[in-house]
């Protein structure tokens, strides 16, 4: 018998979904996604509201409305991206592992059992989206790299190619500290919300999104979620995160979702949730604290905390 146990973080598909595709989709799950969020249904998609009082954000947003600084400042990088030669595609893992290892996408990533989950997601700009990823949970790949008990934090890194992406030629961001690096404490990174995103709306990553893989971590504000990863290592001290190294007042490592902690530059107590035109209150961990709370007991104090 087939029995699908729901997890509590989940926004029930039947909810963001057309009935009759969804009732389709479930007897395709196991395979990789086939065709449940395109064409014509998109607006009986985004019609339907989710779990959180949302609808699934239109997919041609969600592709053309993108922060990729290695592409241009700007949110309007989707063209510029699809320089990105996302295939064949390597991650190298080292660090404290038993064997550092490196992963072919193709032969590796593609053979990983995926799921679909629905996620909220936040940027600290105060935009807020809802994407309909596929990939498997983060813990899936730390399982593979085997981490020494003395590794305490992973460290992520995207690509470093002026040549692929002019973002990172030498010029006006020349002094930003390429490549883009983020991190995550080992507890964090072993957290059933932690995600690998290897899809989305059903195909694969979208180049803009950050093909092949990406992180996603729903209750952290989006610049935690790393796009286009290329090495993956595991270390024992807390590492610099990207946004940080330029500006250490306005970033910091834990960047968890707080309404009350305002940005220099944006107050964090509502979002613009973008495609409706709504602005929304902002929730503590973007709703997601039941289960991530027990992560950050005792640091509530900690100024560096959000
Ligand atoms: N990853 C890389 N490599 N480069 C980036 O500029 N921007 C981050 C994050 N990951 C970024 C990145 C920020 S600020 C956000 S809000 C999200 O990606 C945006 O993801 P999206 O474009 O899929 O919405």
């Not at 290892?101 to 909220?120: A, W």
Request: aromatic share 14%; with cysteine; proline share 7%.
């Amino acid at each position: 018998m087939n029995i699908i146990k729901r997890r509590g973080w989940e926004i029930s598909e039947s909810k963001v979904t057309p009935e009759a595709l969804f009732f389709n989709r479930r007897k395709v799950l196991g395979g990789l996604a086939a065709v449940p969020f395109m064409g014509s249904a998109q607006a009986a998609v985004n019609a339907k509201f989710a779990d959180a009082g949302r609808a699934v954000t239109p997919e041609e947003q969600n592709t053309t409305y993108n922060n990729f600084y290695e592409f241009g400042t700007s949110k309007s990088i989707s063209d510029a991206a699809q320089a990105l030669v996302s295939s064949p595609w390597n991650i190298a893992i080292d660090g404290l592992v038993e064997k550092p290892i490196t992963l072919s996408f193709d032969d590796n990533i593609r053979k990983m059992q995926k799921e679909d989950r629905i996620y909220r997601h936040r940027c600290v700009e105060a935009w807020a989206m809802v994407v309909p990823w596929t990939g498997f949970a983060l813990k899936d790949l730390i399982a593979l790299a085997k981490p020494k008990p003395e590794a305490k934090y992973v460290r992520f890194e995207t690509f470093n190619d002026p040549k692929m992406a002019p973002g990172q030629q030498a010029g006006l961001f020349s002094s930003f500290p390429w490549p883009y690096v983020e991190g995550l404490s080992m507890a964090e990174a072993m957290n059933d919300l932690a995600f690998v995103a290897t899809g989305a709306y059903g195909k694969d990553l979208p180049k803009s999104m950050g093909a092949p893989l990406r992180i996603h971590l729903p209750w952290k504000y989006g610049f935690k979620s790393i796009k286009s990863i290329v090495k993956i290592s595991f270390v024992a001290e807390k590492p610099m995160n990207f946004w940080q190294a330029i500006a250490s007042n306005e970033y910091g490592f834990w960047a968890n979702v707080n309404p009350e902690v305002p940005h220099p530059r944006w107050s964090q107590a509502s979002e613009e949730v973008l495609g409706t035109g709504e602005r929304m209150p902002t929730k503590l961990f973007n709703g997601y604290g039941e289960f991530v709370a027990d992560l950050y007991k005792g640091m509530e104090k900690d100024p560096i905390f959000f």
